[in-house]
């Protein structure tokens, strides 16, 4: 069955710092693969996307992803989290020709000033 | 602005109550799903509508109905509330998939 995981249930960074958040998936082939982020309160925006192509991609906000076959990770990375950053960021996964978006259960960011 | 609207925002039923979640675009998206948002789980697909007329189970689909009224209309329906079905609850829409989904601002049910 497909599923996608996010180990990190809570993370707390310091505002300017790094930013990591993973995500496997497990899957034979190549899923199409998304991250969305979700304000308090708010609905789903999407982040970026990985259809095919550079495995490295770039989305709003600062944020980018990388993709790693060998790995079935596709985890998401921001230089220097900001204030705004906090919230609840959600890997998704859909495989080839479903109309299934598969979700993870989330990380929640905290970000300390 | 074009998206994808959800009625009402809020709702408090009570055990045994029906209800209609009301779900429109108007961005001409072929798909549309609904999906329910519970602390520590994610978000799980109750439905999904690939296309006019059809309409398809998704993972916790028992307790619900749904109806692809046309192309911009998709409504989630319990017919007997539980305390079990108190979640966020969000319709969402995709045209390809290369141009992702685009979410709804979510219905908040408390079933009491």
């Known amino acids: 069955a497909q599923s996608v995981t996010q180990p990190d249930i809570h993370i707390t960074v310091s505002e300017g710092a790094s930013l990591e958040l993973r995500c496997n998936y497990s899957y034979g082939a190549t899923p199409y693969l998304f991250w969305y982020v979700q304000s308090p309160g708010q609905g789903l925006q999407l982040l970026l996307k990985y259809f095919s192509g550079d495995t490295l991609v770039q989305g709003i906000k600062g944020f980018e992803a990388e993709f790693k076959r060998s790995q079935s990770s596709f985890n998401l990375r921001k230089p220097s989290v900001h204030w705004s950053d906090a919230a609840e960021y959600f890997c998704?996964?859909?495989?080839?020709?479903?109309?299934?978006?598969?979700f993870g259960k989330g990380t929640k960011l905290t970000v300390n000033p | 602005n074009a998206g994808v609207t959800q009625t009402p925002k809020f709702q408090v039923l009570k055990t045994g109550q029906s209800m209609t979640l009301q779900c429109a675009q108007d961005m001409n998206h072929n798909s549309m799903y609904w999906y329910r948002q519970d602390p520590g789980m994610g978000l799980r697909l109750i439905y999904y509508?690939?296309?006019?007329?059809?309409?398809d189970k998704g993972e916790v689909p028992n307790g619900y109905n749904v109806s692809r009224l046309n192309k911009r209309e998709f409504s989630l329906r319990l017919e007997s509330a539980a305390p079990s079905q108190t979640s966020v609850y969000f319709c969402?829409?995709?045209?390809?998939?290369?141009?992702?989904?685009?979410f709804g601002s979510g219905t908040r049910l408390t079933v009491v």
């Open positions: 969402a829409s995709r045209y390809r998939f290369f141009y992702g989904y685009t």
């Open positions: 998704a996964v859909v495989k080839g020709g479903s109309e299934k978006l598969v």
């Open positions: 509508s690939a296309s006019e007329g059809t309409t």
